[in-house]
């Protein structure tokens, strides 16, 4: 979850592979409004809850808002910290919380999930498919089935691939056996289907993060990744979906570029397996051959963790190369949806991720501020994402320990503040609990097409993320559904006593829609409207 120097050096120099479409983006037409600006709709504000952010180290709160669940066409896996601290009183909490399912680790034993060996006969898992995800990191090719590759990407071309039929002896060592034992998965949920096993995870998450290779090894490396996406899917059931943290169409590692709007699909993501001079002896079938890592999984994962630098209200945000919380949340989104038609997945953390490269970085000790965890559950929406793993890097939490004398476990785990769970968590009950009937699969997400004006209401223009952050302007995303229309609206980063004012509209489909905003502080503004024809 890291993101080293060298990583960032192998996003830069993209192996050779990236494909630029052109040198710069073109900028957005500026149209201006032929006499008064037509009479405003007013919007109708989203409430807020009313709650004091907890100060105790190593808990949060759930109850900070009511019941409410997520619309059927999204899906939110918790795969955070401090499950255990409601589970005991009420299994059921998490769903009724916004989030729709459970991953593997963080599961009831004996009531949601079976791991000692076989269930007894006729036991179930009280959890329906949808409700449970997995997620497979390096350890498990590594450590259960021998393969190196899962920690260095220049191995792949070593990787036995599945054994010869003429083998007399079974080598355990593939990357078949290691796909094929996920069938298995079936057997601690009590529903495997007759006459053999599949996986019955609702979604499988690949973390290996060894995507990058030296120069000359590309193929060996897109050769594994593809026949593992493959072999998977052949072993678990047909509602499993699969998708990887990496590789992704485009990954911004958290900043947002205008550069980034001109690249074309990463090339793990979309290179097609070829036969090397030793793949066919590793047993890599000439089948596949053609297709790429993108052909057989069915989500992509593009999104950010944060670094310390976004949460710093005080350092500069609005250069090309500063680092902006919302401008790379959507920035992330708006490339990779023009990149790939399949659904988005982002992971979700709320405090920074490690890097010793950016000021205070070195550890994830810094929260997410309020404005900013409640928004990552709010605006992430507005770009028709489907869906969210929400991560941590801690299982469970004791409440209230004293704080460690090692400096180094110092702001980690049981010593956080986990109030970022909170205004997380409200932020999905604003957008959820009272806008959930739009996202019925109906609803058209308008992203950088939303239209706004920054001069009350001369001209008026769509910008990207980018465009937004170097113009250091307030960000306004929309949804309409039918009649309907609903607005996320904040300016990032400014200070409590800031006012600003933006004007959106929609001109589309026979409606005539205008509404002015006003912004205080860096909110998060959430209004619906019913919007008029003519």
């Known amino acids: 979850m890291k993101i080293a120097a060298s990583v960032l050096a192998a996003s830069v120099a993209g192996f050779g592979f990236w494909f630029v479409r052109s040198d710069t983006v073109p900028e957005p037409v500026s149209v201006s409004l032929q006499g008064p600006v037509p009479v405003a709709t007013p919007l109708s504000p989203t409430p807020r809850a009313r709650f004091t952010p907890s100060t105790r180290k190593g808990y949060f709160n759930i109850d900070v808002v009511g019941d409410f669940t997520l619309p059927a066409t999204k899906t939110i896996t918790f795969s955070g910290a401090g499950r255990n601290l409601h589970v005991d009183q009420d299994r059921t909490k998490l769903f009724r919380r916004g989030f729709s399912a459970i991953e593997q680790t ?64 079974t080598n355990r060592n593939t990357m078949y056996q290691a796909s094929s034992e996920l069938s298995g998965g079936c057997v601690g949920f009590g529903d495997c289907p007759p006459g053999g096993m599949k996986s ?12 990058g290779v030296n120069v000359g090894n590309e193929q060996d490396q897109v050769n594994v990744y593809t026949f593992m996406a493959r072999s998977i899917k052949q072993n678990v059931s047909a509602q499993t979906e699969l998708g990887s943290i990496m590789p992704v169409p485009h990954n911004s590692y958290g900043n947002s570029k205008a550069s980034h709007y001109t690249v074309g699909p990463e090339w793990l993501w979309s290179m097609p397996a070829r036969q ?11 089948d596949i051959v053609g297709k790429s890592f993108s052909d057989f999984v069915d989500f992509q994962m593009p999104g950010t963790y944060y670094l310390y630098p976004d949460f710093d209200y005080s350092a500069r945000h609005t250069a090309d190369d500063d680092r902006h919380w919302l401008a790379a949340l959507l920035g992330e ?10 659904k988005r997945i982002a992971w979700h953390w709320v405090f920074n991720t490690q890097s010793g490269d950016f000021p205070n970085s070195g550890k994830a000790e810094h929260g997410a501020p309020p404005a900013i965890a409640e928004g990552m559950a709010i605006f992430y929406w507005f770009t028709g994402a489907y869906g969210v793993l929400f991560w941590d890097d801690h299982k469970d939490l004791v409440p209230d320990q004293p704080s460690p004398t090692d400096p180094m ?29 739009l996202f019925n699969g109906r609803e058209i997400y308008l992203n950088e097409a939303t239209d706004c004006s920054f001069d009350g209401g001369k001209t008026w223009v769509g910008y990207n993320a980018n465009q937004l952050k ?37 001109v589309k489909d026979g409606y005539s829609f205008y509404t002015t905003i006003s912004l205080k502080g860096d909110a998060i503004y959430l209004g619906r409207a019913t919007m008029k024809r003519g």
């Open 333 to 342: 989104q708006e490339v990779n949806r023009k990149l790939s038609s399949k």
């Open 276 to 286: 090397t001079t030793t793949s066919q002896q590793r047993g890599l079938p000439g």
């Open 200 to 211: 019955t995870f609702s979604k499988i998450f690949l973390d290996i993060e060894n995507d």
């Open 409 to 437: 476990l110092k702001n980690l785990g049981n010593d956080r503040s986990y109030a970022p769970y909170e205004h997380y968590i409200h932020g999905l009950w604003r957008l959820f609990r009272h806008h959930g009937d």
């Open 106 to 169: 963080r599961m009831v034993q004996k009531n949601e999930i079976w791991t000692e060996g076989f269930p007894p006969a006729g036991w179930k898992s009280s959890l329906q498919q949808r409700q449970r995800s997995l997620i497979l990191y390096q350890d498990y090719f590594a450590n259960a089935f021998g393969l190196p590759w899962a920690r260095n990407g220049n191995l792949a071309r070593d990787v036995v691939f599945r054994n010869p039929p003429s083998a007399r002896t």
């Open 470 to 506: 170097t113009r250091d302007l307030p960000f306004v995303r929309a949804i309409v559904n039918g009649n309907q229309i609903l607005i996320a609206a904040t300016k990032a980063y400014a200070q409590a006593g800031q006012t600003s004012n933006v004007m959106v509209r929609y």
